[in-house]
């Protein structure tokens, strides 16, 4: 199986790691993900985040990688710097409640696929999602 993309034994429209430190939005974040068919995985922190891609042999495929800035432990500055060095070609979305201009521009200059402010709808949410998606699927091609 390709890495991290579906075939007939999995359903679904997708694998989907959200790496968010607030309960509360982690949990609508799952609930509306779910909801549109993607298979989700949560973290805490960029921590744990590494930890969940990390824990076992082989590491956990995922297609799409939402993840919040600010958080305890590994932030998310310090976590999607090893998304895109240890998995490049997995899609990461930001997904912030401080917006910052000169962060942002940063981060799609280091091949961030969005950034996007919180409170997110969820029509917002599931496109972000789903153009990311789409463009790891390009690069699979």
Do not use: W
């Amino acid at each position: 199986m390709p890495l991290g993309l579906h075939t007939k034994d999995t359903n679904g429209s997708g694998r989907v790691l959200v790496v968010e430190d607030e309960d509360n939005v982690r949990k609508v974040i799952r609930m509306t993900l779910t909801r549109a068919g993607y298979d989700v995985f949560e973290a805490a922190d960029g921590g744990k985040a590494i930890e969940v891609l990390r824990s076992d042999d082989n590491p956990l495929m995922v297609d799409v990688i939402t993840c919040d800035i600010r958080m305890p432990k590994v932030n998310g500055v310090e976590a999607i710097t090893y998304f895109r060095e240890q998995f490049p070609s997995i899609p990461v979305v930001v997904l912030t409640g401080y917006p910052d201009t000169g962060l942002a521009v940063s981060l799609l200059k280091k091949g961030v696929a969005d950034y996007v402010t919180k409170p997110v709808e969820g029509e917002t949410l599931l496109a972000v999602v789903a153009k990311a998606m789409e463009r790891r699927t390009a690069l699979k091609a």
